[in-house]
C-alpha cells in the first residue's frame, strides 16, 4: 500500500448504489485510488462486479453516489471521462471480416492516434498474426487482439472485466507485466477476477461487503 | 471530425468486405421493380403511369430491408459498447453510420435506378427528376431508419418491430418523392415537392442523431 498512501486521490467513488432490473446489487460502494494503484474486485457471480465497471466506465448510472476524477465530479464531463479510460467487457468487439491489425488501428484510431498498435500487437504476442483475419483467431488469440487496444492507445484508466478467461498461462503472465508496466508509469487498473492474475500491491474490494442484504440483517 | 470519418470508411471497408450480404439491398430492389411489369402486364402506358410509385416503394422497401442490421452486429459483439465509450459523441457515431449506411445502400439504388426505369416505362424527363429526388430523399431514409434501429436493437424478431415503426414514417419522403417524378412527367413543375423533400432532409438530420443515440444509450443499460 505504500505507493497509495500519502499520495493524492486520483479516482474515488463516494457511496455508490446499483440498481439492475429493480433490484439493488450494492449499495454505499467507496473506494480511492492514486496514481499507480490497482484495484481487484472480488465476488461470487451477480455480486455486481461487471456492474460496478460499466458504472465506472460511464456506461451505467448509479442509482446514487459520486465518481469523482482529480476531485472533480465525472459527471460533469463525461466525454472527458470516456477520452481517459479503456474498458475491456466480456466481448471482444472484433470484426471478422477484417484483418487483426486493422481491427486494432480502427479502435486506436478513434482515440486519436494509430502510431501504438504496432507496439499493441508486440505486447500480446500478436505480431505475427496482424495480417490474418480476425474470423481465423481461437478464442485466447481474440482475447488477446481485444487486450492489446490497452497498449495501442493511451489511457490513464484500464477497466477490466475478466481479462483472463480463455487465455493460456503464458499470455495471462504477459497481461500481469503489461500491467505492472503501465501502474509503473502512473495508470490506474480496476479488474475484476477470479483468476491467477498475479497484481503486487493491489487494493482489494470484496463485493459482498457492500450487498444490501446485508446491510438490513439484523 | 477525424474520429467521425474514421468511422464511416470503417463500415464502407466493412460493408465491401461483407460479401454479398451488402448486395442484397440492390438486389431487391432490381428484382422487385423487374417484377411489376410481369405482374401488371405488358401496356406501356400503365406502366409509365404508376412507374414513379414503383420505383420509390421498392427503393423504401430496400433501404428498410438493410436498416436492421445496422446496429445488431455492433451490439452483439461489443462494438458499440466501445463506440459508446470513444471520445466522439454517440450523436456523431449514430450519424456516421446511417451516412455509410446511405453510401454503401442508397447509393448503389440511385445509380441502377436509370436501367429499371426503363423497365417500367419512365419517361426521360421522369428519369432525371427521380435521380434528384432520390438524391434529397433517401438519406431521410437512412436517419430515419437509423433510429428505428437503435431502438430495435436487442429486440428478438426486430426485423418485424422496424418496418412496423419505420414505414409510417417514410411515408412523406414516399408521397413528395412520387410528387416530384409526377410533376415532371406532367409538367405540373416538381419544385414544391423538392423543397419539401429537402426540408424533411434538414429535419431529419437535425433530430435523428439525437433520437438513435438516447435509443443507443438506453439498450446499453
Known sequence: MTASEGTSTQFQA??????????????????????????????????????????????????????????????????????????????????????????????????????????????????????????????????????????????????????TVTLDAASVAGLGRAMAAYRAAG????????????????????MSTFSPSLEFAP | MTGFYRIVG???????????????????????????????????????????????????????????????????????????LSPLPLELVVLAKCLAHWLSTALPLIIISPVLSLLVNMSADGLVMLIAAMFLGTPTLSLIGGVGAALTVGARRGGVLLALLVLPLYIPVLIFGVGAVEGAISGYGSTAPLMILGGLFLGALVLTPFAGAAALRLALE
Open chain 2, 10 to 84: 470503417h463500415e464502407l471497408r466493412l460493408s465491401v468486405r461483407g460479401g454479398i450480404g451488402s448486395l442484397v439491398a440492390l438486389i431487391f430492389f432490381v428484382v422487385t421493380v423487374a417484377l411489376f411489369p410481369l405482374g401488371v402486364g405488358p401496356e406501356l402506358e400503365v406502366l409509365g403511369r404508376i412507374a414513379p410509385g414503383v420505383v420509390w416503394v421498392a427503393a423504401l422497401l430496400a433501404a428498410m430491408l438493410s436498416m436492421e442490421r445496422l446496429f445488431q452486429t455492433d451490439y452483439e459483439d461489443g462494438t458499440l459498447e466501445l463506440l459508446a
Open chain 1, 14 to 163: 463516494r457511496a455508490l448504489d446499483c440498481e439492475r432490473g429493480g433490484r439493488l446489487v450494492f449499495v454505499g460502494l467507496d473506494f480511492s485510488l492514486a496514481p499507480g494503484s490497482a484495484l481487484v474486485l472480488r465476488g461470487a457471480n451477480g455480486s455486481g462486479k461487471s456492474s460496478l465497471l460499466r458504472i465506472l466506465a460511464g456506461l451505467l448510472h448509479p442509482v446514487g453516489g459520486t465518481l469523482e476524477w482529480a476531485g472533480a465530479p465525472v459527471s460533469e464531463d463525461p466525454e472527458a471521462h470516456r477520452a481517459r479510460l479503456h474498458y475491456v467487457g466480456h466481448l471482444d468487439a472484433l470484426k471478422t471480416a477484417l484483418t487483426v491489425g486493422e481491427n486494432l488501428a480502427f479502435w486506436a484510431g478513434l482515440r486519436g492516434s494509430a502510431a501504438g498498435v504496432g507496439a499493441g500487437l508486440d505486447q500480446f504476442g500478436l505480431g505475427e498474426l496482424a495480417d490474418m483475419p480476425a474470423r481465423y483467431l481461437s478464442a485466447g488469440q481474440r482475447r488477446r487482439a481485444s487486450l492489446a487496444r490497452l497498449a495501442a492507445s493511451k489511457a490513464a484508466l484500464w477497466l477490466l472485466d475478466e481479462p
Open chain 1, 187 to 206: 495508470g490506474i487498473v480496476v479488474v475484476a477476477t477470479h483468476g491467477a492474475l498475479e497484481i503486487a500491491e493491489a487494493q482489494t474490494l470484496d
